[in-house]
């Protein structure tokens, strides 16, 4: 799959390139005397992850299509999302230029930028969980 997501009417809905990715490990720190801690991380999958993805100057239609599948999912559902990568350590497999992952979006905003044309960016927490398929 190319980079993006699929929409409900299964059209891939590419970023605006610049996307950002955020990783915060989850950590456990046990603070003690004197100002000595001990950290762990917390959890199998403990590194989290959040894309920040921007959609700008895009046909009103596009933004209102992006718009729907965000609103079907209510910030709940998660879905699929492709992101390129150069074995930047994401994964261990180098040879690949793309990962595609499990996302939900919690939250979107939309620009009304000029005459029919508009933006949007939103936030995608990666998930760890199956399909359902």
Same mark, same amino acid.
């Given at each position: 799959?190319?980079? #993006?997501?699929?929409?409900?009417? !299964?059209? $891939?809905?590419?970023?605006?390139? &610049?996307?950002?990715l955020?990783?915060?490990?989850?950590?456990r720190?046990?603070n003690? &005397?004197d &100002?000595? %801690?001990q950290?762990?991380?917390? #959890?199998?999958?403990s590194?989290?992850?959040?894309? @920040?993805?921007?959609?700008?100057?895009?046909?009103?239609?596009e933004?209102?299509?992006i718009?729907?599948?965000? @609103?079907?999912?209510? !910030?709940?559902?998660?879905?699929?999302?492709?992101?390129?990568?150069? #074995?930047? &350590?994401? $994964?261990?497999?180098?040879?690949?230029t793309?990962?595609?992952?499990?996302?939900?979006?919690? %939250?979107?905003?939309q620009?009304?930028?000029?005459?029919?044309?508009?933006?949007?960016?939103?936030?995608?927490?990666? $998930?760890?969980?199956?399909? !359902?398929?």
């Amino acid at each position: 799959m190319a980079v #993006g997501f699929e929409d409900l009417n !299964g059209t $891939v809905r590419v970023p605006d390139k &610049g996307m950002t990715l955020a990783t915060t490990p989850k950590v456990r720190i046990a603070n003690f &005397g004197d &100002g000595y %801690s001990q950290r762990t991380s917390f #959890g199998i999958n403990s590194l989290a992850q959040s894309f @920040n993805v921007t959609f700008n100057d895009r046909t009103k239609a596009e933004i209102d299509a992006i718009v729907s599948f965000l @609103n079907e999912k209510e !910030g709940v559902e998660s879905f699929d999302f492709t992101f390129p990568f150069k #074995g930047d &350590g994401v $994964v261990s497999n180098e040879d690949e230029t793309e990962l595609t992952i499990r996302v939900y979006c919690p %939250s979107w905003q939309q620009t009304f930028s000029y005459d029919d044309f508009y933006s949007l960016s939103a936030t995608f927490e990666r $998930v760890y969980e199956s399909t !359902g398929q």
